[in-house]
């Protein structure tokens, strides 16, 4: 408990410091959000499976408390154009649609994140931004369908007529 | 012969264990495989370049790019490898130092720096006969949108506006003697006019400190609203530039969702409307999986509004984050889209791989407008503090 207070305090205190010594900052919106076991090593690793634009599916091993955006920027994940904002609630290319049952099983929305949501290609009710999302032990093995381009949705139908 | 280079080298293959830094033992390993691919080796060996050409060290005749055998249309999973008429030298030298140092210490941004551009070793560096040039950007270097293929800072809540900018910009413009600038600016939604007043008081210091200077505003849309293009096109500008990016058809993937073909448009004929005597500009990027029926009908919609200026560069893909090029149009189509901006009728179409909306913009400018016989600039390439 008292580590945990001391944890939070150290954090606040970095982060007045940087803003004292660096001028305001681009403090992306889900860094005090993420909850995740304190100690790293106890980190679960689960596994993520994405399909991406061409409807290839990616697999991938994911720590506790990452957020969806991390995962696809630190593994190099073939997902074009994602996370333009790095973050920030400030665009929606890391919108990202998940199944029904694991979209209720998520955290509530923020308004910011409702904004920019609403702005996004192909919405569905199950669309969440992956910036937003952190990775906990439960969404292991869910898979998460990253939305087709208007390229890609055209081409599909010319094919299909065809 | 094959296997003869393969137990030559297979010791030092060996040793390099997974050498994924040498593309050598790759290539000795890959060649083993198929005899085909062998053959083709010996040929390009045979016909390839000879001693005499790596020591002349002209290996290159940059216009036979149809020479080049790599991949120029991006298949599925791939990422294409950048062509050799996109290649750059490394931005070092006297004047790129000074000319940071100078922006530093002014706290000017430029979008050079934050847009990753290819040219600013170009730009900056001077060359033999011009002097640096550099596109200064107002408003602070953080953006509210996010594009895709933008690479500038984006925040919800950028920095608040320097109330000294406006004056700090000019004075220093000012006191480099240039005879033309540009000036751009990010995005601030955050801002109820969208930033217009403080470009257009920065136009309006710099033009009282230096009349006979010729000022390019490259702004953003303000959402539409036509008050602000109206502050900014009055506010004793030459050139009012708005970029649409890309064709009507990619807006939406390509811009941020708040950005849109018509809204771009609206723009610049709102700006002609309030100053006829402006000239409006417009830039487009290539390789972002257009057709050429999308570019040319593009084209030609903007010539119905009235854009006089028009520049055509390629896409390139500045981090991960963004997207990647679709592909690389070759130095030859874009000498076409060239012809095909002329034949429409634009006053110029300055179209090529590394153009970019301000490269060389007050060379096009001064030549085509005759602005130079009324100014006084000069007009060949050793023109003194022109800014590009």
Known sequence: ?162 | MALLKVRRFDSIGLWLKTGDSLNFSGCITHSCRTSSSVSDKKQSLLHGPDLEDFVSGDLQDRSKWAEYKGNLKRQKGDRLRLPPWLKTEIPIGKNYNKLKNTLRNLNLHTVCEEARCPNIGECWGGGEYATATATIMLMGDTCTRGCRFCSVKTSRQPPPLDPDEPLNTAKAIAEWGLDYVVLTSVDRDDIADGGAEHIAKTVSYLKERNSKILVECLTPDFRGDKTSVEKVALSGLDVYAHNVETVRELQRQVRDPRANFDQSLSVLKHAKKVKPALLSKTSIMLGLGETDKQVYSTLTELREAGVDCLTLGQYMQPTKRHLKVEEYITPEKFQYWEKIGTELGFLYTASGPLVRSSYKAGRHIVAVTGWAAETGLKTTTDMDGLVS
């Open chain 1, 1 to 162: 408990m008292a580590q945990n207070i001391a944890r939070t305090a150290g954090l606040r205190a970095y982060l007045y410091l940087r803003v004292a010594l660096r001028g305001p900052t681009r403090i992306p919106c889900r860094a005090l959000m993420c909850t995740a076991p304190d100690d790293r090593k106890v980190r679960e690793k689960v596994t993520i499976h994405f399909i991406n634009q061409d409807g290839e599916k990616i697999t991938t091993s994911a720590s506790e408390g990452e957020t969806l955006l991390d995962i696809v920027l630190n593994k190099n994940l073939d997902i074009n154009g994602f996370g333009a904002c790095e973050g920030t609630l400030a665009c929606s290319t890391c919108h990202l649609i998940f199944d029904e049952d694991v979209f209720k099983k998520m955290g509530p929305v923020l308004d910011e994140e409702m904004d920019m949501l609403d702005l996004s290609y192909g919405l569905t009710d199950t669309s969440r931004l992956g910036c937003q999302i952190c990775v906990q032990k439960w969404m292991d093995g869910i898979v998460i369908r990253v939305p087709q381009e208007m390229n890609d949705m055209r081409r599909k139908k010319e094919s299909a007529r065809k």
